[in-house]
């Protein structure tokens, strides 16, 4: 297994009016985080902020092309982003348990915290298609190249680790510093990875290793 | 951290403590407890939440270190709120060192701010005063950092210093205003009136008067001979001669100080220091031996002479002397001033406050209860006294948010 320090590139926020940042999310030129009480987007460019959606955001967020995937308590909702519209409602499959979410290939993927592990879920359902074993609870979950990211924060501790699909083997880690979470987790398709920082309130741009 | 505890924090954060509970009522696993000890706190059902917090920081277990020393300062935190002040401080002091290990400089000072709390509510200001010297408040938010002047205050009001106390007390005002939390501005606002309640009683050349603070410190700033009864002490200016260990000397330097210049005649002096109704002999032999011992003590700032009936009190230079008593002077006035905090006190921590015995507290506390000057709820371990009209628990718990990702 190869180890690294992660290479943080660049801090956003924290933003006016939330404590908190939960998943995160990129549809090829915003990066949408989970505020609490909304989703927010802004420019990886400039920093400045997009928009906001009004629509509770507690933890993953996932991007499947079109719609954004949002976990709030315990149900997934499909958010049509250019209008805010909520267009389906599915439950989360930890029933509120649920971290990390990331779409790849007709499904999502779903973190569940505590319980160290990943669900493949079929969006239209939510029916659990499968579950990966991970070592340690899992915060951000992401795809990007055919290769399975998640982010762990565990005893005060984070890292970002790309995990084996079939066998939950990890195969590369990256340690944040120390002090420093990772509670959502997306990559760009190119050089970075962006994360939420949990109660820092800051979204981070993070080198991802090719 | 998950969906619904994210969820219920937030919902914990603005408040909504009954819509945090309903989120993670069902859950055990230890952030849900947590949040569900902050909000049965916040609910005011304070020995649920201590149990809750006490699960949530075993199960958190000492590799969480951060989540598991917040609970424990919650716990400190709503101990006491609750004046359960056997809560023992080494656990408070190891979770303190691991918030600042752990970079969580806003907590960590929350912790040392409860420790202060603790050390002036137990009368050690020499201690709180310490610590108080070592905390940088910067980090504190508005609620805290309004705490935390209202300890600075205490010190000062304790210490007699009115120019610091108002000081703390007006950032204190300015950091609750900020806040923005009622329960605390409210709280602040009743501390600011101590500077203008009677502090003392003055008892100068036979008339009595209330004095506020500020009067009591110009007092004792001047050379005046002034037999505080207060601390029991006899002092001028910087000369300070400690009698509280030595009662009977006391009594007789303030019976002679209510009566100067006048003399004091012998057998009102054995019935003040002896509580003698008929003196013998040895009552006056015992008077005698007394009143050399006085002389021995008072030598640098009084002369005590003999007269033909008595003694007199003739201070040195010509100076003025009074008497400062508390403002109301009844029988276990000491357990009436703690209570009159409007908090709820358990007979134990009244002890350790005023290192008394366990015993001694509770026959005072029957009495007083008796003359229904004080009032209990709960029974066995759980009893809590205060004052009749206080009604439930003023002072507000600012606790921290119990896990890393907050």
Redesign the interface.
């Known amino acids: 297994m190869k180890t690294s320090q992660a290479e943080i590139v660049r801090e956003y926020g924290p933003f006016e009016g939330t ?2 940042i ?1 998943g995160v999310t990129y549809d090829g030129r915003r990066v949408w985080f989970a505020a ?2 909304n989703l927010r987007a802004l420019d990886p460019e400039t920093g400045a902020e997009f928009t906001t959606i009004d629509v ?1 955001a ?3 967020t996932a991007f499947d092309g079109r719609y954004i995937f949002q ?4 149900k997934i909702r499909k958010i049509d982003p250019e209008t805010g519209t909520v267009v389906a409602t599915i439950p ?1 499959p ?1 029933k ?4 990390g979410m990331a779409w790849c290939e007709g499904s999502l993927w779903v973190g ?3 319980e160290n592990c990943i669900h493949q879920i079929d969006p239209e359902t939510g029916e659990i298609l499968r579950t990966i074993e991970s070592k340690r609870h899992v ?1 951000g979950v992401t795809w990007v190249d055919g290769e399975l990211w998640h982010a762990t ?4 501790k984070s890292d970002i680790r790309r995990i084996d699909p079939k066998t939950g083997d990890v195969l590369e880690r990256l340690d944040m510093p ?2 420093t ?1 990772v ?1 959502g987790l997306e990559a760009d398709g190119a050089d970075l990875f962006y994360a939420g920082g ?2 820092s309130g800051k979204v981070r741009a993070i080198r991802r290793p090719r | 951290m998950d969906s619904l505890i994210t969820a219920a924090a937030q919902a914990l954060a603005v408040g909504d403590a009954v819509g945090a509970m309903k989120r993670v009522a069902l859950r055990d696993d230890p952030p849900a407890l947590a949040l569900r000890g902050i909000a049965m706190a916040q609910l005011g059902d304070l020995t649920r939440a201590k149990a809750l917090l006490k699960s949530a920081a075993q199960a958190f277990g000492p590799r969480e270190a951060v989540a598991r020393a917040r609970c424990i300062v919650a716990e400190a935190e709503i101990a006491l709120v609750s004046r359960d002040l056997t809560w023992p401080e080494k656990a408070l002091e190891g979770a303190r060192l691991a918030l600042e290990r752990r970079g969580d400089r806003v907590n960590a000072a929350h912790a040392r701010n409860l420790q202060i709390r603790r050390l002036l509510l137990i009368g050690h200001l020499d201690a709180a005063e310490k610590l108080l010297a070592d905390l940088d408040p910067s980090p504190l938010p508005p609620a805290a950092r309004a705490g935390h002047e209202l300890a600075v205050a205490g010190v000062a009001i304790r210490r007699v210093r009115t120019e610091p106390a108002r000081a703390a007390l007006a950032r204190a005002t300015e950091a609750a205003r900020k806040a923005d939390i009622p329960a605390l501005a409210v709280e602040v606002c009743d501390a600011a009136k101590v500077l203008e309640a009677p502090a003392a009683r003055l008892i100068d050349d036979g008339r009595e008067r209330l004095l506020q603070l500020g009067e009591v410190e110009a007092l004792l700033a001047s050379d005046t001979l002034v037999i505080d009864a207060c601390r029991n002490v006899v002092r001028a200016g910087s000369e300070i001669v400690p009698l509280a260990s030595r009662p009977v000397l006391f009594a007789l330097a303030r019976t002679l100080a209510e009566a100067a210049p006048s003399d004091v005649i012998r057998s009102i002096l054995l019935a003040r220091a002896f509580r003698a109704r008929h003196a013998d002999e040895s009552h006056r032999a015992r008077l005698r031996v007394e009143i050399g011992r006085l002389r021995g003590a008072l030598a640098n700032l009084a002369e005590v002479k003999a007269t033909s009936h008595g003694f007199a009190l003739m201070p040195h230079d010509g100076r003025k002397v009074v008497v400062l008593a508390p403002p109301v002077e009844e029988e276990h006035a000491f357990l009436l001033a703690l209570l009159a905090d409007g908090e709820s006190w358990s007979s134990t921590a009244l002890a350790i406050a005023l290192s008394l015995s366990s015993r001694t507290v509770q026959r005072a506390l029957d009495a007083l209860e008796a003359a229904g000057k004080v009032q209990f709820f709960g029974n066995g371990r759980a009893r809590r006294w205060m004052m009749p009209p206080v009604v439930g628990f003023p002072t507000t718990l600012l606790l921290p948010g119990p896990l890393p990702s907050e």
């Open positions: 404590r908190n939960g609490g009480e509770a507690h933890a993953g976990i709030a308590e315990d989360a930890g509120g348990a649920d971290s569940q915290y505590r915060t924060w565990q005893d005060d120390e002090g979470g509670s949990g109660g």
